[in-house]
């Protein structure tokens, strides 16, 4: 079982930044793929950036260029590092954790409020 706590959302003007934190409990850290999500009100939850247990990456478009996700295994934290950030970035950001041994476990955070003003 892995829990997941969201830590670093708040309210930001448009062009300011804001950095997520994610903690996970457990030993099993550094073999999970991580992500975020986010969900706007009205919409549904789309992938943010996502990082695998090597260290690669991937991210949305509309947050190309402007998102930095990244990992410390040694503190079982994953972060996303948002610049530049716009009104439509305003959402409800998620953390996910994916454990593939025989079948995939899927684990998830309560979220944390992210909101932009113009």
Do not use: H
């Not at 969900?39 to 991937?58: F, M, W, Y």
């Not at 991210?59 to 009104?87: C, E, H, W």
């Not at 305003?90 to 992210?114: E, H, M, P, R, S």
Request: with cysteine.
């Amino acid at each position: 079982q892995v829990q997941l706590m969201e830590s670093g959302g708040g309210l930001m003007q448009a062009g300011g930044s804001l950095r997520l934190s994610c903690a996970a409990s457990g030993s099993i850290f550094s073999r999970l793929n991580m992500a975020w999500y986010r969900q706007a009100p009205g919409k549904q939850r789309e992938l943010v950036a996502g990082i695998a247990r090597d260290g690669s990456t991937n991210y949305a478009d509309s947050v190309k260029g402007r998102f930095t996700i990244s990992r410390d295994n040694a503190k079982n934290t994953m972060y996303l590092q948002m610049n530049s950030l716009k009104p439509e970035d305003t959402a409800i950001y998620y953390c996910n954790a994916v454990f593939t041994v025989l079948k995939k476990y899927d684990y998830w955070g309560q979220g944390t409020q992210v909101t932009v003003s113009s």
